[in-house]
DNA sequence: GTCTATAAATGGATAGAC
DNA sequence: GTCTATCCATTTATAGAC
C-alpha cells in the first residue's frame, strides 16, 4: 500500500502539523514504515516531494472551482437561511475540508520561504474562492436581491467573514468537528446579520 | 551594542522570516556576528529564547492596550471620513507596527506545536484587539450612532475586514510600503461601505 | 522497489581560555 | 561577556545488495 500517492499524504499530513522544515525524511518514513533510500526512489529529493504535493493542491483547486461552477444557479430569490446554509456549506466543504485544510496550514508557512508555495497559498485562500464569490454577488445585484455595492465590496466582505471564521476556529484542526462547528455557528450569525443588511 | 534587547530583536526577525526551527543558533549568531557560546551566556536554550520573545510580546500587547484605552473617547457623533480614519490607523498603528508584524508571522508558524505561543497568538490578533472594537461599538450602539446588532456581530465583522485586509496584502511583508498601502486602501473601501450600511 | 550501510553537512550545546 | 575548540545527535542524500 505504500505508493507514491500515500507517501504524499503522509507528508502532507506532517508538513501541515509542523512544516516541512521540522519534519524530516526520517519522519515521514517513519509514519510509513520505510526506509529513507525507498523514498528517494520516488522522489529526487525532499523539495521534489514538496513539489509534488503543490501540484496536487493545484489540480484539487481547479477540481473545486469547476465544482462550484456547476454548483451555480442563484434561484429566483435567495432568502437568508439559504444564504446562511450556502455559506455554511462553503465554510465546511472547502476550507474545512481535510485536505484543503491541511495544505492551508502547510503553506501559510512554507510561502514565508517560498514563492511558489505563496502563489499557491495566495490562489488556494483568495484568488479562486473570492472569484467565485464575485461572481454570485454579482448576479444577486443584478438580479436585485442586493443592493448595490461600490464595486466588489460586499463580495469581499461575505467571503472575509468565512475566512476569518476559519482562521479563528478551525486553523491547524480541522479533524476536530467541535472546532469546526464553532465556526459554523460563527458564520451562521454574522452571514444572517450582514445578508440582512445588504439585501433589498 | 551586542545586549541582550538585540539579540532577541535579531532573533525575532529572523525566526519572523522562517519559522524558529527553520532558523538556526548559527544563523542568529552570524547575523549578530557573534559565536553560540557568547548567545548561551545569555540564554538557557534555544526554546529559552523563544520564551523571552513570547514574554516580549505579552508586555507590548498590554503596552498597546492601554494606548488603546487612553485614545478611546468616542466623539458625539462618528462620520464615515472618521471611521475610514481611526480604522485605517489601527491597521497601521497595530497590525502593521513592524514589532507586531513580526510576531504574527513568527507565531503563525510556532502555534503549530507549541500551545504556549497558540495563546499568545491568539491574544494578540484576536482577544485584545477584539475586546478593543466591541467596547467602542457598544459604545455607538448605546449612542445610536449605529443601528443595534444581534450580539457582537457587528464589531467582529469590522474587525473580520481589518484582519483580512492584513492578512492578504501585509502578512510576511510590513517592510513592503506597497504592501501597506494596498491593505489601507482595501480598508477604506468596505470599512466606508460597511459603515455606510450599519450607520444611523 | 525496498533494504543496509554510510558519507557529508548541519545543528544544539558545552568546556575552558582570555 | 566573548572566543576557540570540540562533542554528539540529527539530517539529507547516495551506493550497492537483494
Same mark, same amino acid.
Given at each position: 500500500?505504500?505508493?507514491?500517492?500515500?507517501?504524499l499524504?503522509?507528508? #502532507?499530513? =506532517?508538513?501541515?502539523?509542523? !512544516?516541512?522544515?521540522?519534519?524530516?525524511? @526520517?519522519?515521514?518514513? !517513519?509514519? &510509513?514504515?520505510l526506509?529513507?533510500? $525507498? =523514498?528517494?526512489?520516488?522522489f529526487?529529493?525532499?523539495?521534489?516531494? =514538496?513539489d509534488?504535493l503543490?501540484q496536487?493542491?493545484?489540480? &484539487?483547486?481547479?477540481?473545486?472551482?469547476? @465544482?462550484?461552477?456547476?454548483?451555480?444557479?442563484?434561484?429566483?430569490?435567495?432568502?437568508t437561511?439559504?444564504?446562511?446554509?450556502?455559506?455554511? !456549506?462553503?465554510?465546511?466543504?472547502y #476550507?474545512?475540508?481535510?485536505?484543503?485544510?491541511?495544505?492551508?496550514?502547510?503553506?501559510?508557512i512554507e510561502?514565508?520561504?517560498?514563492?511558489?508555495a505563496?502563489e499557491?497559498?495566495?490562489? #488556494?485562500?483568495?484568488?479562486?474562492? =473570492?472569484?467565485?464569490?464575485?461572481k454570485?454577488?454579482?448576479?444577486?445585484?443584478? @438580479?436585485?436581491?442586493?443592493?448595490?455595492s461600490? !464595486?466588489?465590496?460586499?463580495?469581499?466582505i461575505?467571503y472575509?467573514?468565512?475566512?476569518?471564521a476559519?482562521?479563528q476556529n478551525?486553523?491547524?484542526?480541522?479533524?476536530?468537528?467541535? $472546532?469546526?462547528?464553532?465556526?459554523?455557528?460563527?458564520?451562521?450569525?454574522?452571514?444572517?446579520?450582514?445578508y440582512?443588511l445588504? @439585501?433589498?
Open positions: 500500500m505504500n505508493n507514491k500517492e500515500n507517501m499524504a503522509v507528508a #502532507l499530513d =506532517l508538513f501541515s502539523k509542523k !512544516g516541512s522544515t521540522a519534519v524530516s525524511v @526520517r519522519d515521514i518514513c !517513519g509514519a &510509513l514504515n526506509k529513507e533510500s $525507498a =523514498l528517494y526512489y520516488h529526487k529529493n525532499k523539495q521534489d516531494l =514538496l509534488a503543490y496536487q493542491i493545484l489540480d &484539487l483547486i481547479e477540481t473545486m472551482r469547476s @465544482r462550484f461552477d456547476n454548483a451555480f444557479a442563484v434561484a429566483t430569490s435567495v432568502s437561511e439559504e444564504m446562511v446554509m450556502v455559506s455554511c !456549506g462553503f465554510l465546511k466543504n #476550507l474545512c475540508n481535510p485536505m484543503v485544510s491541511k495544505f492551508i496550514s502547510m503553506l501559510s510561502r514565508l520561504t517560498d514563492s511558489k505563496n499557491v497559498y495566495n490562489k #488556494l485562500i483568495y484568488k479562486m474562492p =473570492l472569484e467565485q464569490c464575485e454570485v454577488f454579482n448576479q444577486m445585484e443584478d @438580479r436585485k436581491f442586493v443592493k448595490k461600490a !464595486g466588489k465590496n460586499y463580495a469581499q461575505y472575509a467573514i468565512i475566512l476569518n476559519y482562521n478551525v486553523y491547524g484542526q480541522c479533524e476536530n468537528s467541535e $472546532a469546526v462547528e464553532k465556526a459554523v455557528a460563527q458564520v451562521s450569525c454574522q452571514i444572517e446579520e450582514f440582512s445588504i @439585501r433589498i
